[in-house]
């Protein structure tokens, strides 16, 4: 991949050396500054002035939509959608009625179908070409010039200007054909999964990056797997069940429970596991709960609840589930052999364990399925929501309870996730550190 370092100030040239190439916006600077002898891509944002160009200028200029000027330097031409991302036929259709050199193209990415349409262009794009997604979830298209046939690709000195982008050190050192693993899910605003992933990454010595892709849906998801050459990816809400329709095979414990967390990439074929039943075992062995013949009631019906299921059903626990869905909790029970009961009628001093599988504490701050009142020191608590104390929480260390904590279940499953991508199965500690 050929690196070019977008320069903010004349000043960047000293942080710009390390890069293949500069890009010299004449809106930012104004005129073309001594680029050192670098490949040199001035931009321009507004009417076409070669005048502006130093003596034996031999680079490259990017006139936007502009008409072609009069010359022999290379021409680039480039279309910015801010918005969106047309389909790859309206892609391909805008790029190749430019009159240029190398047709550059970058569009705002929504959704992973932008992704998928994005990849398609690139192999219909007639010639030399650059085609980026703009935003946070088009910051893969960034490292996979590769893959796109991108002829350079942007990274920033100093601060990034917009999310998604890469600083000319990280594209540097990342390169062609770097791991690329990441989370799906809606929101991922709170997640500490990249932070935590990527932190493993580091110590382990792999070159690669863990990136989010927050998406309304999880159209093309597969194609955008395998397209991008991503190696996996961790699944969060809404789409632990979903995704199973996207894969072209599922292990046997996510098959039971229902729900996958984890896709492993083997050279296309994608294989769907649930790491977060690790995760459950991790969290409550840390905190010393033995669940083992026990009682325990769970708050939600989701895919989370059903890991939980299926870890309790193997301690040979009986569990209530007790939702505010009843149909889905009802469908839970009954999966997993276990008993329905309503929330309101559910009294939490006959069990052993109270667990909370809903997004209360993180995502949502409405009241608990269950009240809080019946807590007392004879009850052990589990609350998978991670990141600050909950109110769950809170309430079961003012009793004195014993607590398993979402973070240890984060790093725990989190780990397993990473050994299943990499082989690399000691990165608890480092990932349980990192929440810290």
Request: include cysteine; charged fraction near 25%; aromatic fraction near 6%.
């Amino acid at each position: 991949m050929r690196v070019c370092a977008s320069l903010s100030g004349a000043s960047d040239m000293d942080s710009a050396m390390e890069a293949d190439m500069v890009e010299v916006r004449l809106d930012l600077l104004g005129s073309v500054p001594d680029t050192r002898g670098k490949d040199t891509l001035v931009t321009y944002r507004d009417p076409v002035d070669l005048s502006v160009l130093p003596e034996g200028f031999s680079g490259m200029i990017d006139v936007g939509e502009q008409p072609r000027p009069a010359t022999d330097l290379t021409v680039v031409g480039s279309y910015h959608d801010y918005d969106a991302t047309p389909d790859a036929d309206g892609i391909v259709s805008k790029l190749t009625a430019m009159d240029a050199d190398i047709r550059k193209g970058a569009f705002r990415v929504n959704r992973l179908a932008d992704l998928a349409s994005i990849l398609d262009a690139s192999k219909r794009v007639p010639g030399r070409h650059v085609l980026l997604g703009m935003g946070a979830l088009g910051a893969v298209t960034r490292i996979r010039a590769d893959v796109l046939g991108n002829e350079f690709s942007f990274g920033y000195i100093g601060e990034p200007t917009a999310p998604g982008q890469f600083s000319v050190r990280e594209m540097l050192e990342l390169g062609d054909g770097c791991t690329v693993l990441g989370i799906l899910g809606n929101p991922l605003g709170k997640s500490k999964s990249p932070a935590m992933q990527n932190a493993a990454l580091r110590a382990s010595g792999i070159r690669g990056v863990y990136l989010p892709f927050e998406t309304p849906d999880l159209e093309r998801a597969a194609d955008v797997i395998r397209g991008y050459g991503i190696r996996g990816v961790n699944v969060t809400i809404p789409f632990k069940q979903d995704i199973i329709d996207h894969l072209d095979r599922v292990d046997s414990v996510a098959e039971r429970i229902g729900a996958v967390n984890t896709v492993v990439n083997d050279d296309g074929v994608l294989t769907g596991y649930n790491t977060d039943v690790v995760g459950i075992g991790c969290a409550l062995d840390r905190a010393g709960i033995d669940v083992t013949d026990g009682r325990a009631v769970v708050m939600g019906s989701g895919g989370a609840a059903r890991a939980c299921l299926e870890y309790l059903a193997s301690r040979n626990c009986e569990v209530t589930v007790a939702a505010r869905n009843e149909e889905t909790g009802r469908r839970l029970a009954s999966e997993f052999g276990q008993k329905y009961r309503s929330p309101s009628s559910v009294s939490v001093r006959m069990h052993d364990l109270l667990v909370n599988c809903t997004p209360v504490g993180m995502y949502s701050d409405g009241p608990y399925p269950i009240g809080l009142d019946g807590i007392d020191r004879g009850l052990a608590v589990f609350d998978m929501v991670y990141g600050s104390e909950t109110p769950l929480v809170r309430a079961a260390r003012e009793k004195d309870c014993r607590v398993a904590y979402g973070a240890d279940m984060l790093a725990g499953q989190g780990a397993e996730s990473f050994r299943l991508w990499t082989g690399i199965g000691d990165a608890f500690g480092i990932m349980r550190r990192e929440l810290e």
